[in-house]
């Protein structure tokens, strides 16, 4: 027992005394700052990113109480809207039923933006249809969990 005790003693000390092998990184340690060239700045997509099956993506925040959903390219840079518009359905924490909203083309084109304002709590489930108006093509169906 005695042995034990005086290994982990031993053990303790040598490691406070900086007497071990392992080094540990300092906050606030010197050292070379990676430079603009080396640091890759991802574009980022405001709100919540939703993937999309042809490799855009969509950012789904809050504007003024209403839904927006902007589109972004493969790069994750703003594009132009490439639906008609969307229909987004969530429950209604304050009654029975549930809520619903259309998103219309608005701003410079790149985002749709809700008619509805939304009540809080802004914790929830929202449905979303992306309408395209082709035949062909039909609609996108997503469903996420909303924490605005």
Avoid: C
Avoid at 32 to 51: C, D, H, M, R, W
């Amino acid at each position: 027992m005695r042995k034990h005790f005086l290994l982990l003693l031993l053990g303790l000390l040598a490691t406070s005394f900086g007497l071990s092998e392992a080094q540990t990184v300092r906050p606030g340690a010197k050292g070379k700052a990676p430079t603009k060239s080396q640091q890759k700045e991802e574009p980022k997509i405001e709100g919540l990113e939703i993937a999309r099956p042809d490799g855009t993506f969509l950012g789904l925040t809050m504007e003024a109480g209403r839904f927006k959903l902007a589109f972004y390219d493969q790069d994750k840079k703003p594009m132009a809207v490439n639906v008609q518009r969307a229909v987004g359905r969530w429950p209604n924490v304050h009654g029975p039923g549930q809520n619903r909203t259309i998103l219309n083309v608005a701003g410079d084109g790149t985002y749709l933006l809700g008619a509805q304002f939304v009540r809080p709590p802004l914790s929830f489930r929202l449905f979303l249809i992306l309408v395209t108006g082709d035949s062909e093509e039909g609609t996108e169906n997503y469903n996420v969990d909303f924490h605005g």
